[in-house]
């Protein structure tokens, strides 16, 4: 099959918004195995943070994760945060990912996420049994990477700075949400 993005294409902004956007049971339409190889790190992370982008321009948490297959590059599941949105307080990036990846070994697999996740966030990524994080934005917050890495859980630091940007923005314009997404409704009131 013809896909849209073959292993001649480039890793452009206008690509990764559509890896971004388009649901993950039909990347295989728009790009094939020799462009998925040739994905970087760097390019999964903005995949994440475009994630991010989304659920902020949706009114909510500005968090995106992408998940993929160590061997091959392909991305098994991504989302982003839908707290606001579907009015679920663990719809997480990170949740949502791997909600989207489904029943699979993620032993095998690694998880970028545009934020570092929050500590229900890394206590499932460790009982999942995920071999490796990436991690976009330790600027804004951190904390959880010694709790991942303590579990065998392998922790790199690519921050990206647009993703930075944003979660410093919504910090600064929705301060009562970010607390609400990191500590419940609860801590909202106090």
């Given at each position: 099959?013809?896909?849209?993005?073959?292993?001649?294409?480039?890793?452009?902004?206008?690509?990764l918004?559509?890896i971004?956007?388009?649901?993950?049971?039909?990347?295989?339409v728009?790009?094939?195995?020799?462009?998925?190889?040739?994905l970087?790190?760097a390019?999964?992370?903005?995949?994440?943070?475009?994630?991010?982008q989304?659920?902020?321009?949706?009114?909510?948490?500005?968090?995106?994760?992408?998940?993929?297959?160590?061997?091959?590059?392909?991305?098994?599941?991504?989302?982003?945060?839908?707290?606001?949105?579907e009015?679920?307080?663990?719809?997480?990036?990170?949740?949502?990912?791997?909600?989207d990846?489904?029943?699979?070994?993620?032993?095998?697999?690694?998880?970028?996420?545009?934020?570092?996740?929050?500590?229900?966030?890394?206590?499932?990524?460790?009982?999942?049994?995920?071999?490796?994080?990436?991690?976009?934005?330790?600027?804004?917050a951190s904390?959880?990477?010694?709790?991942l890495?303590?579990?065998?859980?392998?922790?790199?630091?690519?921050?990206?700075?647009?993703?930075?940007?944003?979660?410093?923005?919504?910090?600064?314009?929705?301060?009562?949400?970010?607390?609400?997404?990191?500590?419940?409704?609860g801590?909202?009131?106090?």
């Amino acid at each position: 099959m013809q896909t849209l993005l073959d292993n001649h294409s480039e890793a452009t902004q206008a690509a990764l918004v559509a890896i971004a956007h388009m649901p993950t049971a039909s990347l295989s339409v728009l790009m094939d195995e020799g462009f998925t190889r040739r994905l970087t790190d760097a390019d999964f992370m903005r995949i994440a943070v475009l994630l991010a982008q989304k659920s902020f321009d949706e009114g909510g948490c500005p968090i995106g994760a992408v998940i993929i297959d160590n061997a091959t590059r392909r991305i098994l599941g991504k989302g982003h945060n839908t707290l606001v949105q579907e009015n679920h307080p663990y719809h997480h990036g990170e949740t949502s990912a791997i909600r989207d990846a489904g029943r699979i070994d993620f032993s095998r697999t690694t998880l970028f996420t545009s934020l570092s996740p929050c500590e229900i966030c890394a206590t499932l990524v460790s009982m999942r049994g995920f071999s490796r994080v990436v991690v976009g934005d330790v600027t804004n917050a951190s904390g959880t990477e010694p709790l991942l890495q303590s579990r065998g859980v392998r922790v790199d630091i690519l921050e990206d700075a647009q993703g930075i940007e944003l979660y410093a923005r919504f910090r600064a314009e929705r301060p009562e949400l970010d607390i609400e997404d990191w500590k419940g409704g609860g801590a909202v009131r106090c």
